[in-house]
């Protein structure tokens, strides 16, 4: 049981390029969530998915897109990479409902 | 909008004692309470959760009270190790759907 597991784990980028943050969950669990992490400013929600085929925005979407084609796998894409993107990177999984979150390792992004 | 706020924002201890994390929330309709801990370049590891309807949730050394009415809950941790030198966050589930973080309190423990 592999929890949530994040790739790659260290990136770097030059604006403009595109990219996809994969994320992976095992626990079956319906609920998958993006966070990006930066310093003074704690953890704020980018989307979320309440199941397969279903997504919605968090606080900070822009510039950020997502899918749920499966249960297991929530992508993360960056359209046209920024400087204020340089963050890390979160997925979270949980069952539907008021349960515990589980986070992955995270992803440390670098924009130049 | 849902606003947590955690004090002290950093915190050092001789090893041994007991010391008290806390955590205030703006809106008192919330779903649940999680706690975590997040080492130096490392994911967040859950500590505890509790429930809207519970007040307190207790694993090992670290006790977790909520206190819904007045907005706050603290993270007690007892008999402290250098090992338990981290960030500790407080996060609310107010919507079903999102957590709002609180800005965390880093912790130091000196052997």
């Known amino acids: 049981n592999a929890g949530v597991t994040q790739t790659p784990k260290f990136q770097v980028l030059k604006t403009g390029q595109s990219m996809t943050l994969q994320c992976a969950q095992d626990?079956?669990?319906?609920?998958m969530s993006w966070y990006r992490q930066d310093p003074g400013m704690g953890l704020r929600l980018i989307h979320y998915?309440?199941?397969?085929?279903?997504?919605d925005q968090g606080e900070v979407p822009n510039g950020y897109n997502v899918s749920r084609s499966t249960t297991e796998d929530f992508p993360l894409r960056l359209l046209s990479a920024a400087p204020s993107q340089t963050s890390v990177y979160f997925c979270?999984?949980?069952?539907?409902?008021?349960?515990?979150?589980?986070f992955g390792p995270g992803t440390r992004l670098t924009v130049t | 909008k849902q606003e947590v706020t955690q004090i002290p924002a950093a915190l050092s201890v001789p090893e041994g004692e007991n010391l008290v994390l806390n955590c205030s929330f703006t809106d008192s309709a919330i779903y649940n309470l999680q706690w975590f801990r997040q080492d130096p370049g490392k994911g967040l590891t859950s500590l505890l959760l509790i429930q809207s309807s519970q007040r307190e949730q207790t694993s090992g050394r670290l006790n977790a009270s909520l206190d819904k009415s007045s907005g706050r809950s603290t993270l007690y941790i007892a008999a402290s190790q250098p090992g338990d030198s981290a960030t500790y966050l407080c996060a609310v589930n107010d919507a079903g759907n999102m957590l709002t973080f609180g800005g965390g309190t880093r912790l130091m423990v000196k052997p």
């Open positions: 626990m079956n669990h319906e609920y």
């Open positions: 979270a999984s949980r069952e539907n409902g008021a349960y515990e979150q589980y």
């Open positions: 998915s309440v199941g397969a085929g279903i997504t």
